[in-house]
């Protein structure tokens, strides 16, 4: 299902053209899946703007403890509560390796199909600010734990977004480094208040190549981490907590010209931000370049209430951040099977075939076998682990019913799914659970109701008042007419109630006998089986 | 009493000669008498005494922690002690009470030594005279020796205010001068680039600067974190061996240490050196080195040959340029090192509210002193993104190659290096002011650098009187981890050269009045 990625651009790539207004009404973009060549002759014939977009994704590693420090890591804790003195950059502490971020970083990179460095280094970097108690991060900028992977993932595209397409984007590397305070400003006050839970919580730096092209890319991109990340529980990725923070890099060019200058958009918080953020910004270099401007290599920020980017006053701005070996950390040092030392102590390595041997199963092979296993379609797969526990909800109740799986997927898409939506649900969340939807399926499927009444059944049960379906069926007497002779009854009173459409269909108008159905249907409250009551018209017209 | 050695007076205390309260009182007057050199920054005198006396109640018991219970010890004011203002010598950290203490403090207070004062050095350890800190300098104890006075034919009352003083050397010479002047019986100093040995030699004690990896830095407030140890300062070898098997060993709050387990040893008491190899860098051999410390080295050199020892000249031919790599290494981790000290969240604060630059810059410039922003400037320098692969990378692989100058010549069969640790001995402070603290440092880091650059273990012993009457001393360099082999070949040595005890009757005498006369006020 994967496309390939060089010279595949078939299907994965943008036309850009400037479009007037499109700052202020919200930049979207351009019609997808055209040929490069076409649309480099556009009706100005002027060329076309080929967008290049780059990622920074910084996961915060779901750990107990801060990557240096023995500190607690939680999102909720009062300001300054989680706070060892090596956090706090009491002179003289040192930082000591948490095994545990290791490990998250090591699993991470073989997810994604990385190259594990058996050997990285730790540098410091450098600079001033409020919320950074020793004036230096300690990251891996020369030799990080794992280089050269490589991400999946899929979006819809075309008129109606229905078309789905897989695609790749490199990933360069994952390095780990530590996260910084925060800092509250007071502007009334002129004060900046900091708090320093946060500092020092272990963060993976997901460094992606520029191989997307538009917002809605490097969303689909950061989604597909994201669920990644939450499998292997390597991090939370909770992005309104923070825990998933996107920085892009976006710059425009037109094809064939070598990359143009590009601007990073930092600390991105939400999905949606990023695909606004990213295609707000490819429209804003190419507003200026067509005005004769010029793009500086800068750092800007999202503001979702204005819907813009704007640059960011001094911090990351231009500087020299003054990398250097952190001289307090030796080499990591990573072992496999073959060259792990006999007689050493587990608790004292960190061992890459072993953590490989227990990756769990990552969304794409899920999503495969849920295909294969079930024979739903791929784009149901998507849904299915997009939606936290609706895969789980799904495989149980497939588990539970006689139903055929292809049967189940529509109701567990359609009818849970969408009903959850509307109210702004999560599966958690929902009054139908598991149980209530298989007993529902199980009665649709046994013929004991129609499926428009299963459908009534459902209605009931998201009040959630603890009935099961059978007792809302009876309550509501909703159960098909079993009875042959009492269909047989009311087929023939409405026979003979509708002698001009029974003389139509004896004259060759089948057609009409749908609507005979209906008045069966309409007569017994579609109480009746469509399907045998088709049977018993048929045998009675033909007598 | 105060005048053993650290064995010597733990004997004492275990035979009950002397009560623990007893001699840290003693100690504590002779602090007090002894004020004037300025060795101390912080004297504890209320938990030292509280700690005498919990030592005392285990000796009663008979429940002794062992050989360092109820010994007075200093600490040079870089280690971080809980409770106790830890300066470094800084208007930075004045008035900064660490919230813990030093793994290497721990490991002594654990044992039942008995911390009896914080002791001076240059700002942040940065200089080599012990000249340069906020609290003004240390002053040798040798400058009132009988030895050095009766050489300079000054016998002017010791308090006069006189121009002949002498510096202790540094960084440590808080340290130094503590141990010298009989006030602890071991210290703790740190060690970067000779801060421990360097002020040993000039004070006439024992400074071991160990192997890099085997004593914990946790909680040592870092000058050049991959070269920094800490050092122990004692009045003879044994001693150092000593606390080296109380402090040494890996510390999990310090990922540097080595992991495998050290074994504390005693050194023998009969020591044969006829089978060893004495290595003599000829590279050490250079202009600055006085005739008489040349001649006391030569001598030295001998006394091995005459006891049967293979002395032969070697060469570390990448020495010359030590000094130069040292001032790039040393200069850059400085600057990184000396970035949290911001104002925000300990030490000085600068009142200046403008804006958070402001206050940073105004801290920065009010807390440090001119050596210290030296330092982070031009580490600065050397570590901008043009600049790095030109100084930093390259002054790194220069380390690499001093560093195999060692690997070479020990793998050739040379057991343990034998060199000068100054230049000469030491000067009067009005000399040494005459140059600035960065020439200094690259004159008299000289000899002692390198260990520091390859992170071998080195000891200097004293070993004789100049003309002057003052100590000379001689560093022995040894294999890395080796620090038996190095400090039983420090102590067969120490033996043959008979380094004559300082001679304070004068000093002493006066601190004995002072404390009489305490005794006498306060019954």
């Known amino acids: 299902m994967a496309a390939p990625m060089s010279g595949g651009g078939r299907l994965c790539r943008l036309a850009w053209r400037r479009r007037a207004g499109a700052l202020h009404s919200g930049a979207q973009p351009a019609a997808l899946g055209r040929e490069p060549g076409k649309v480099a002759e556009t009706q100005s014939g002027v060329a076309p703007w080929r967008a290049v977009v780059g990622l920074e994704v910084h996961a915060q590693i779901n750990s107990n403890s801060k990557i240096f420090s023995g500190s607690q890591v939680q999102f909720t804790a009062p300001p300054n509560s989680l706070v060892s003195f090596f956090d706090a950059s009491l002179p003289g502490t040192l ?91 007071n502007d009334a006050r002129s004060q900046t ?42 991090s939370q990725a909770i992005m309104a907590e923070g825990q998933l923070r996107v920085d892009a890099n976006v710059s425009v060019r037109h094809p064939g010209e070598p990359y143009g200058v590009r601007t990073e958009v930092k600390n991105i918080n939400s999905l949606r931000f990023l695909a606004r953020a990213v295609d707000y910004e490819i429209q804003r270099q190419i507003e200026e370049l067509e005005n004769g401007g010029t793009i500086l290599n800068e750092t800007r920020a999202f503001d979702y209430k204005l819907g813009c980017t704007i640059p960011m006053r001094d911090k990351e701005g231009k500087q020299d951040y003054r990398f250097m070996p952190e001289p307090n950390l030796p080499p990591l040092i990573l072992y496999d099977a073959k060259s792990l030392p006999a007689n050493i102590d587990d608790q004292q390595v960190v061992n890459i075939d072993w953590i490989q041997e227990r990756l769990p199963d990552l969304p794409s092979v899920k999503r495969a076998r849920l295909v294969e296993q079930y024979g739903i379609l791929p784009e149901h797969s998507f849904t299915l682990l997009n939606e936290d526990g609706l895969m789980e909800l799904f495989e149980d109740v497939v588990r539970k019913t006689q139903m055929n799986p292809k049967k189940v997927i529509g109701w567990v898409i359609s009818e849970l799914l969408g009903h959850l939506k509307q109210y702004d649900l999560t599966v958690k969340e929902s009054p139908v659970n598991s149980v209530s939807l298989a007993d529902l399926l199980n009665l649709l499927e046994r013929g ?67 609507k005979l159905i209906g008045l069966v249907q309409r007569a017994t409250q579609r109480r009746a089986d469509p399907i045998l009551v088709k049977q018993i018209l048929e045998k009675k017209l033909s007598q | 009493m105060l005048r053993t050695a650290l064995r010597e007076v733990s004997t004492a205390l275990k035979e009950g000669q002397v009560s623990p309260t007893e001699l840290c009182q003693r100690c504590l007057s002779l602090i007090k008498a002894t004020k004037f050199l300025n060795a101390y920054i912080t004297v504890t005198e209320d938990t030292a005494l509280r700690q005498a006396e919990e030592s005392e109640k285990r000796y009663r018991r008979g429940q002794s922690l062992g050989d360092l219970d109820g010994i007075p010890v200093a600490v040079k004011d870089n280690f971080s002690t809980t409770g106790i203002e830890t300066t470094c010598a800084s208007n930075m950290l004045k008035g900064y009470i660490p919230p813990y203490s030093a793994t290497v403090v721990q490991k002594l207070l654990d ?152 074994n504390p040893f005693k050194l023998p008491s009969v020591i044969d050196v006829s089978k060893l190899c004495i290595g003599i860098p000829k590279e050490y051999h250079i202009p600055g080195l006085s005739s008489e410390t040349l001649a006391v080295w030569s001598k030295a050199a001998d006394l091995f040959e005459n006891a049967g020892a293979r002395v032969i000249e070697v060469s570390l031919p990448h020495t010359c340029y030590s000094i130069v790599c040292y001032h790039v290494l040393c200069t850059a981790e400085v600057a990184s090192n000396m970035a949290r000290f911001d104002g925000l969240e300990y030490g000085h604060r600068s009142n200046m509210d403008k804006s958070t630059e402001s206050m940073y810059a105004a801290t920065r410039r009010e807390g440090f002193n001119d050596v210290v922003r030296g330092r982070i400037l031009s580490g600065n320098y050397f570590l901008l993104k043009q600049n790095y692969e030109k100084y930093f990378i390259k002054a790194q692989k220069v380390r690499r190659l001093i560093a195999n100058d060692f690997v070479n010549v020990f793998s050739s069969g040379v057991d343990v290096l034998l060199t000068p640790t100054t230049l000469r001995d030491a000067v009067p402070y009005v000399e040494f002011i005459k140059e600035d603290n960065r020439t200094r440092s690259a004159q008299d880091d000289i000899f002692t650098q390198a260990a520091n650059m390859s992170g071998l273990p080195a000891v200097s012993i004293p070993t004789a009187l100049s003309e002057k009457g003052l100590p000379i001393g001689l560093q022995f360099v040894g294999r890395a981890f080796q620090e038996l082999q190095l400090l039983t070949v420090a102590k067969w040595f120490e033996k043959q050269a008979k380094f004559p005890i300082l001679q304070l009757q004068e000093m002493l005498d006066h601190a004995d009045a002072l404390s009489h006369q305490k005794i006498s006020l306060s019954s």
């Open chain 1, 448 to 514: 004991v109701i129609s499926s428009s009444a299963a459908k009534q059944v459902l209605e009931e049960l998201w009040k959630g008042e603890g009935k099961t379906p059978l007792q809302i069926v009876k309550e509501k007497r909703l159960e098909l007419i079993q009875n042959q002779r009492e269909l047989d009854q009311i087929c023939q009173a409405v026979m003979e109630g509708h002698q001009e459409e029974v003389m139509e269909i004896k004259a060759g108008n089948k057609k009409v006998l749908n």
């Open chain 1, 193 to 234: 208040f900091i708090d320093l839970n946060r500092a020092g919580v272990g963060l993976m730096e997901v460094v992606m190549e520029p191989d997307m092209c538009c917002g809605e890319e490097a969303a689909a991109a950061v989604r597909e981490l994201q669920l990644i990340l939450q499998t292997l529980g390597s």
């Open chain 2, 111 to 262: 044992q039942g030594a008995v911390l009896i004062g914080k002791t001076n050095l240059d700002e942040f350890a940065m200089g080599s005279g012990s000249t340069d800190g906020i609290f003004g300098p240390v002053r040798n104890p040798w400058s009132y020796s009988k030895q050095y006075r009766e050489k300079c034919g000054q016998n002017s009352h010791l308090e006069n205010e006189d121009s002949s003083w002498l510096i202790t050397g540094g960084s440590s010479g808080g340290s130094a001068a503590a141990v010298s002047s009989f006030t602890c019986f071991a210290a703790l100093g740190s060690d970067t680039g000779g801060s421990t040995r360097n002020p040993a030699a000039h004070c006439g004690v024992v400074g071991l600067k160990p192997t890099y990896g085997l004593v914990s830095r946790h909680g040592l407030i870092p000058l050049v974190n991959s070269m920094d140890v800490p050092g122990i300062l004692t009045r003879c070898v044994d001693d150092a061996a000593t606390v080296l098997g109380v402090l040494a060993g890996h510390d999990p709050k310090d990922s540097t240490t080595v992991q495998d387990p050290f």
């Open chain 1, 95 to 185: 930082p000591v390796l948490n095994r545990r971020c290791v490990e998250a970083a090591v699993m991470t990179g073989l997810a994604l199909s990385c190259s594990i460095n058996k050997k990285s280094l730790f540098d410091r970097k450098h600079y001033f600010y409020a919320d950074l108690p020793a004036g230096y991060q300690i990251t891996q900028q020369r030799l990080p734990i794992a280089v050269n992977g490589n991400l999946s993932y899929t979006l819809y595209v075309g008129a109606k977004q229905s078309q789905m397409v897989t695609k790749n984007v490199r990933i360069k590397q994952i390095q780990l480094e530590q996260d910084s305070g925060k800092s509250l400003h």
